[in-house]
């Protein structure tokens, strides 16, 4: 992932952060295809607000909960936010583990 990044140049990354809006806008910076994103920060035992504005976004999270950011809905296409309802989340995790066949006596 480091190697996508290096070579993406991202303007920045921002974990243990949770958006809460994205709106379209016209950015002196970055033209009319700008976005800007209100974000919920956690700093120092402290939570408040930080905005940023941006080209491109990438939002890594479940389905369920991109749909929850304020505004995204607007701007993604109908067949987009369609596809994204229809996906089914399930918190739990699977593991599975694999042994060689030499182990079988020793694990029944």
Do not use: Q
């Not at 806008?25 to 919920?40: D, F, H």
């Not at 936010?81 to 593991?95: C, H, I, P």
């Amino acid at each position: 992932m480091s190697s996508y990044l290096a070579e993406a140049k991202p303007d920045t990354l921002h974990f243990t952060t949770k958006v809460e809006a994205i709106e379209r806008v016209n950015s002196t910076k970055y033209g009319a295809n700008s976005y800007r994103v209100t974000s919920r920060v956690r700093r120092n035992g402290s939570v408040g607000t930080h905005t940023s504005t941006f080209d491109h976004v990438i939002f890594c999270v479940p389905a369920p909960d991109v749909l929850a950011i304020r505004g995204l809905v607007d701007l993604l296409p109908r067949w987009c936010v369609d596809a994204l309802r229809r996906v089914e989340y399930d918190s739990r995790d699977t593991v599975a583990i694999f042994y060689d066949g030499s182990m079988r006596p020793h694990l029944s």
